[in-house]
Structure formats: structure tokens, C-alpha cells
């Protein structure tokens, strides 16, 4: 809310004389309770005029009401300080000064206190912005808009505390940069997806955070170790400490605590001992150069890598092993056996 107020109907006169440079009038007995009541910063214009002519005006800032007793600014907007006889007019009238300090639907405002609204703020989504290495927001015609195009940004300009929510309209690259583009993304540059969102904002160090909202609910990041992919026939594909690793699998359908037998396909690395791997939905697949494929053992779960060894009663490699499912075999032509466990 603006500091400045206002009452109706807020007329008297002046009850004694002053000069051109006074800072304090005092208006007729009582009537000083038409104008308003001050507190603070709060302020009203009022106009003083010579009784006889009208001639004579000058707008006057009032600062603090005692009673009938003003404190006043002299020689508002473009007047000149005069001089007033008793019975000369003292008005509250909307002056330009007033209006301009009034926010308005038609120009930009800055307000310098809190503001509070009790209801529902409607936002603008603004024009289309086109996809550029320097993105500026700060001509954002709304707060969120959609950017278009492929092309890389490693940078957007924007006013220190603004933010702006964009939605990336189709395949969009994101470079980062500690500074212009700070993401969320370990460091990474991304490429959003079509209705992906970045929250931008930027701080008082200058620095221009972007936090991505990834329209399908995925992480940004994808956790350090895990299931990258799962191909029939072949096996599933782990990355941990020691890079990517396939394996061939027999899939036991228990609950937590049951296991998996994991084999690597003619190597000796193994996935990283005591990693966790987030499983999608997994199912046996076939030992190579072994047996056929198994049928398929539909779950999904929280794997950690464990070495057989570490197992009490753990099969090595060559040796048979008996699955939940009921079923046996021989397992060969693998140079390294690892396990994993179902912790969730």
C-alpha cells in the first residue's frame, strides 16, 4: 500500500497567516479531523489558494498532523512558496504528484515495501522466446514463457532478484556455466525435452541459478552407479567405480534380502562391490554359451553389488546354483562371479 492518503471532502481555512518559507500552519478550529491521520511515512498533498482571487496556489506535501496543526513541505511539484492571510484556503486535492506515486496497470512499478495479496495472482505466460546462446528474460513479456529452437544457451541476462519460469517447447541444450547458468545438473550440460521447466533467478553475487523440473518426473542427474539398460537375450548393462559393465542373469523373484545372480560376459570386471544399482523391472535372461533363456521373472528393486565369496554357502563360478524359480544349472565360461542383493 502507498504511503500517501486521503479523506474526502477535506476543505477549511487557514487559522492565521504565514510566509513563503514556514513549515508549519495550523487551519480553522476542529476542522483539521477532515484530513487524514498520519503514521509513519504516510503523507497527503494539499493545495493552499488566496481566498479573494484563487490566483495565488501552491501545493504543499503535509508530513504530520497535530490536531489542527500541520507539518508541511513547502513548494510542491513546480510552485513557488507564498505568502497566506487568515482565511485563505487549505485543500486536499489529487495532485499529479499523487497519481504518479499510485501504481497503475499501464507502466512497470516498483513497490518498496512488502506487498500483500489475498487472492489469486494471474500471471501472464508471455510471448515465445527464441532459443540463443544468450537468453535475455529481463524483456520477458510474462513469467513463462516458452522457449522455442535448438539452439544452445550457456547464458541468460537477467535483473538481480527477478524470476522467471521457462518451459523448453521442444529439444533444448542447456550449457552450464557457473556463473550465467548455474543448473542443477552436477555441473552438467543437459538437453531438455519438450515441456521440461527451469526456474531461473539470480541472486545478489550476480549469479544466475536455473533449476530444472523435468516434465516426466525423472532426476536431473542420474544417480552414480546404477541399471543404465536391459537388453533380452543379452543382459543388463551396470555402471559403477569401474565403468560400465554387461551382465547376463538368472533372476530369483523374491522379496528383500533374496538375490540375483550376476555374471560379467567374458571379463574379469566386476560391478563395484557394495554400490547400489535401482532396478527397473527385470527378468532372467540367458548365460552365454551355456543354457537357453530362462523364462522371465517380472519385479522391481534396490540391488547392492556383493561378491559371492562374502556369501555363506555362495555358489563359485562353474558351480550349480538353485534358483527361487525351481530351477538349476550349470554355470560356465565366466571368469568372474558377482551377486547382487535385494535391499528394498
Known amino acids: 500500500?502507498?504511503?500517501?492518503?486521503?479523506?474526502?471532502?477535506?476543505?477549511?481555512?487557514?487559522?492565521?497567516?504565514?510566509?513563503?518559507?514556514?513549515?508549519?500552519?495550523?487551519?480553522?478550529?476542529?476542522?483539521?479531523?477532515?484530513?487524514?491521520?498520519?503514521?509513519?511515512?504516510?503523507?497527503?498533498?494539499?493545495?493552499?489558494?488566496?481566498?479573494?482571487?484563487?490566483?495565488?496556489?501552491?501545493?504543499?506535501?503535509?508530513?504530520?498532523?497535530s490536531t489542527d496543526t500541520f507539518t508541511v513541505t513547502r513548494a510542491q511539484e513546480g510552485t513557488t512558496g507564498q505568502t497566506y492571510a487568515i482565511g485563505d484556503k487549505v485543500e486536499l486535492r489529487l495532485t499529479a504528484a499523487g497519481i504518479a506515486t499510485l501504481a497503475t496497470t499501464e507502466t512497470a512499478q516498483t513497490f518498496a515495501g512488502v506487498q500483500?495479496?489475498?487472492?489469486?495472482?494471474?500471471?501472464?505466460?508471455?510471448?515465445?522466446?527464441?532459443?540463443?546462446?544468450?537468453?535475455?528474460?529481463?524483456?520477458?513479456?510474462?513469467?513463462?514463457?516458452?522457449?522455442?529452437?535448438?539452439?544452445?544457451?550457456?547464458?541468460?541476462?537477467?535483473?538481480?532478484?527477478?524470476?522467471?519460469?521457462?518451459?523448453?517447447?521442444?529439444?533444448?541444450?542447456?550449457?552450464?556455466?557457473?556463473?550465467?547458468?548455474?543448473?542443477?545438473?552436477?555441473?552438467?550440460?543437459?538437453?531438455?525435452?519438450?515441456?521440461?521447466?527451469?526456474?531461473?533467478?539470480?541472486?545478489?553475487?550476480?549469479i544466475v541459478h536455473g533449476n530444472i523440473i523435468k516434465a516426466d518426473g525423472t532426476a536431473v542427474v542420474a544417480a552414480s552407479g546404477g541399471v543404465t539398460?536391459?537388453?533380452?537375450?543379452?543382459?543388463?548393462?551396470?555402471?559403477?567405480?569401474?565403468?560400465?559393465?554387461?551382465?547376463?542373469?538368472?533372476?530369483?523373484?523374491?522379496?528383500?534380502?533374496?538375490?540375483?545372480?550376476?555374471?560379467?560376459?567374458?571379463?574379469?570386471?566386476?560391478?563395484?562391490?557394495?554400490s547400489t544399482y535401482a532396478g527397473s523391472t527385470l527378468g532372467a535372461f540367458y548365460i552365454s554359451g551355456c543354457c537357453a533363456p530362462f523364462a522371465t521373472f517380472g519385479f522391481s528393486g534396490t540391488w547392492r553389488a556383493v561378491s559371492p565369496t562374502t556369501l555363506s554357502g555362495a555358489p563359485g563360478s562353474g558351480s550349480n546354483y538353485y534358483q527361487q524359480s525351481g530351477l538349476t544349472t550349470t554355470l560356465t565360461g565366466n571368469t568372474s562371479y558377482w551377486m547382487f542383493q535385494r535391499t528394498v
Not at 31 to 49: D, H, I, R, S, W
Open 1 to 65: 500500500m502507498s504511503n500517501i492518503q486521503f479523506t474526502n471532502f477535506a476543505v477549511t481555512t487557514l487559522a492565521s497567516g504565514i510566509n513563503g518559507s514556514v513549515t508549519s500552519l495550523t487551519v480553522a478550529t476542529g476542522t483539521g479531523a477532515l484530513f487524514p491521520t498520519l503514521a509513519g511515512a504516510q503523507y497527503f498533498y494539499c493545495v493552499l489558494a488566496d481566498a479573494a482571487t484563487g490566483v495565488t496556489r501552491e501545493v504543499i506535501k503535509v508530513t504530520a498532523r
Open 116 to 206: 500483500t495479496f489475498s487472492s489469486l495472482i494471474n500471471q501472464a505466460a508471455g510471448a515465445d522466446i527464441a532459443s540463443a546462446a544468450t537468453i535475455d528474460l529481463t524483456t520477458a513479456t510474462g513469467n513463462s514463457p516458452r522457449i522455442t529452437g535448438t539452439v544452445a544457451t550457456s547464458a541468460v541476462t537477467m535483473n538481480t532478484g527477478q524470476q522467471v519460469l521457462v518451459v523448453a517447447n521442444g529439444a533444448w541444450p542447456l550449457t552450464y556455466n557457473a556463473t550465467t547458468n548455474k543448473l542443477n545438473s552436477a555441473a552438467a550440460s543437459v538437453t531438455l525435452a519438450a515441456g521440461d521447466m527451469v526456474l531461473y533467478s539470480k541472486d545478489l553475487s550476480g
Open 229 to 274: 539398460s536391459i537388453v533380452a537375450g543379452t543382459g543388463i548393462t551396470v555402471s559403477g567405480a569401474t565403468g560400465a559393465v554387461t551382465v547376463n542373469t538368472i533372476v530369483s523373484a523374491g522379496g528383500v534380502g533374496t538375490y540375483m545372480n550376476a555374471f560379467t560376459t567374458g571379463s574379469s570386471t566386476s560391478p563395484t562391490r557394495g
